[in-house]
């Protein structure tokens, strides 16, 4: 069996780490710390990792254009703009009770 070489893309370490998503089109790493709401974003042409601060704990993500993404949280599904960061509720997911989050997701290997 060949060995894959592998490499950590951040020393940051999560409380909880979950979503790993892969974007073929900019070459970039995207994975949460849900518990302390934040967004890695790891570009591997310039090898650097950016954390992006988010107000809700999120647990996926899904590229929809070169501009935007769509962020599951514990409240909701949000468009993302990537160039700034900023968050627009697309719908509502069980904001009434609050024992509930989302957890795992999977995107069509299409990416629609």
Excluded at 49 to 76: C, F, K, W, Y
Aim: aromatic fraction near 8%.
């Amino acid at each position: 069996m060949d060995e894959v070489p592998t490499s950590v893309l951040s020393a940051e370490r999560c409380h909880l780490g979950e979503g790993p998503t892969y974007d073929a089109a900019t070459d970039t790493a995207w994975w949460f710390d849900i518990r302390e709401r934040r967004l890695f974003e790891h570009r591997f042409a310039v090898g650097r990792t950016e954390i992006h601060a988010l107000p809700n704990m999120a647990s996926a993500l899904a590229r929809i254009d070169d501009a935007r993404q769509l962020i599951v949280t514990d409240d909701g599904l949000y468009v993302r703009q990537v160039a700034d960061g900023r968050l627009e509720l697309f719908a509502a997911l069980e904001a009434d009770n609050p024992a509930t989050r989302s957890n795992d997701s999977r995107v069509h290997p299409s990416g629609t």
